[in-house]
T-cell receptor, first 113, second 110 residues
Framework: EPEVTQTPSHQVTQMGQEVILRCVPI?????FYWYRQILGQKVEFLVS????????KSEIFDDQFSVERPDGSNFTLKIRSTKLEDSAMYFC???????????FGPGTRLTVT | QKEVEQNSGPLSVPEGAIASLNCTYS??????FFWYRQYSGKSPELIMS????GDKEDGRFTAQLNKASQYVSLLIRDSQPSDSATYLC??????????FGTGTRLTVIP
């Protein structure tokens, strides 16, 4: 069964460093998403991406964040200058269509020290 | 402000019983509704989607939607210990993003 994959599973970085989180969405899906979940809190939407551009973003997704689809399979989230409060699980998801069922990857645990 | 509310629990039911999980949402423009299961330390796993008023059944799971009351629920029949997890209600508002509730922790007691 097709699934969303994410790498790395765990990333430790120092405050102020740049990180890139990688995702491979399900191959026939057209919509891609990033969510985050701070420990003990709810899953929060960051950004959605369709047709090689951002379609929606939340207030969390400020100028420190960017997304890219560098090739036909990968979808990345970059945080330019990490802060302690960026420590969270980051989930990538994909769906065939907008507002349809989204399937989540296993997540990347980001720890900023 | 878009809100998705769930009782955080914990909800404990004996094995074989019916577990009933509830969710309310604030935005009347919501179009799509989803239930996810999340085991501790894992990612959300899609269980059910529902788009129109009424009931939708899939195996031991039944999702119920009442848009007039802004209410969606999930029933789990014949609950098993492996059903013990946090159940997340998610609502799609507009095209592309999901708003999640805080989740209800379910414990099924053998």
């Amino acid at each position: 069964e097709p699934e969303v994959t994410q790498t790395p599973s765990h990333q430790v970085t120092q405050m102020g460093q740049e990180v890139i989180l990688r995702c491979v969405p399900i191959s026939n899906h057209l919509y891609f998403y990033w969510y985050r979940q701070i420990l003990g809190q709810k899953v929060e939407f960051l950004v959605s991406f369709y047709n090689n551009e951002i379609s929606e973003k939340s207030e969390i997704f400020d100028d420190q964040f960017s997304v890219e689809r560098p090739d036909g399979s990968n979808f990345t989230l970059k945080i330019r200058s990490t802060k302690l409060e960026d420590s969270a699980m980051y989930f990538c998801a994909s769906s065939e269509m907008g507002a349809s069922e989204q399937y989540f990857g296993p997540g990347t645990r980001l720890t900023v020290t | 402000q878009k809100e998705v509310e769930q009782n955080s629990g914990p909800l404990s039911v004996p094995e074989g019983a019916i577990a009933s999980l509830n969710c309310t949402y604030s935005d009347r423009g919501s179009q799509s509704f989803f239930w996810y299961r999340q085991y501790s330390g894992k990612s959300p796993e899609l269980i059910m989607s529902i788009y129109s008023n009424g009931d939708k059944e899939d195996g031991r799971f039944t999702a119920q939607l009442n848009k007039a009351s802004q209410y969606v629920s999930l029933l789990i029949r014949d609950s098993q210990p492996s059903d013990s997890a946090t159940y997340l209600c998610a609502v799609a508002i507009g095209a592309n993003n999901l708003f999640f509730g805080t989740g209800t922790r379910l414990t099924v007691i053998p």
